[in-house]
C-alpha cells in the first residue's frame, strides 16, 4: 500500500518549536501551494496546507527557512476518528519525511 503525498510550494507562516510528551521536537508548517489550472476568473487559487515536521527537520526548518521561501515535501497522510457532539469525524495529518529548499 502507498500512502505519500508531494507538496511544492511557498512557506506562509512557521510555527513555535515544541516538544510532545515523549520529548520529541516538532513544529507546524503551512504550505501556500497554488493549484494547476485557473478559476472561472482566470486566477490561479491557491491551497493552504499544514505539515508536522519532526526532529532534525525540524530545527534546520525552524532556524534557517522564513515565510515565502521555496521547499518541496513529501511525507504521509495520518488520520485519526474523533467524536464531538456524538458526531464522528476524521482529521487528517500531513508529516513530513522529506523536505528539499527549493529557494
Do not use: P, W
Amino acid at each position: 500500500m502507498i500512502n505519500t503525498f508531494i507538496l511544492e510550494g511557498k512557506i506562509r507562516s512557521i510555527g513555535e518549536m515544541k516538544a510532545n510528551q515523549n520529548g520529541i521536537r516538532y513544529l507546524n508548517l503551512a504550505i501556500e501551494c497554488e493549484r494547476n489550472y485557473r478559476n472561472y476568473e482566470g486566477i490561479y487559487e491557491t491551497d493552504i496546507v499544514e505539515i508536522e515536521v519532526f526532529h532534525g527537520m525540524a530545527d534546520i526548518i525552524f532556524e534557517n527557512c522564513k515565510a515565502g521561501d521555496f521547499v518541496s515535501i513529501q511525507g504521509k497522510i495520518q488520520s485519526s476518528l474523533k467524536n464531538q457532539d456524538e458526531r464522528k469525524y476524521i482529521v487528517y495529518k500531513f508529516v513530513a519525511e522529506k523536505v528539499s529548499f527549493l529557494s
